[in-house]
């Protein structure tokens, strides 16, 4: 679990970052769970979008991916939700105690 203090951490990282991923109509599926995996293995932090038109609230969305790809979610904020995860071969980020 990320404390309270690593989270604006991770916030203040995200904060340029573009969105990667947009969950629509279909809802979170399988594939995009694999593929934000292995976004989330080579980036570690990560934006994805939740459109207009997608059926789920964006923070059932939030724990779906979280629950798929073994992330935590960082924030969810508009309809913009911020997932980390560290990276087994290409950690980047130190996250301060």
């Not at 690593?6 to 995009?32: C, D, N, P």
């Not at 073994?70 to 990276?87: D, M, R």
Request: charged content about 25%; glycine content about 8%.
């Amino acid at each position: 679990m990320l404390t309270g203090k690593q989270k604006r951490f991770l916030r203040a990282q995200a904060h340029h970052l573009k969105t990667i991923f947009q969950v629509g109509k279909g809802g979170v599926t399988e594939a995009m769970t694999e593929q934000i995996a292995a976004a989330l293995e080579a980036r570690e932090l990560l934006k994805v979008s939740v459109l207009q038109n997608c059926e789920e609230d964006r923070y059932t969305v939030a724990e779906q991916l979280a629950a798929g790809t073994g992330a935590e979610v960082v924030q969810v904020i508009g309809n913009t939700i911020v997932l980390y995860k560290e990276s087994k071969e290409h950690k980047q980020i130190v996250l301060p105690d």
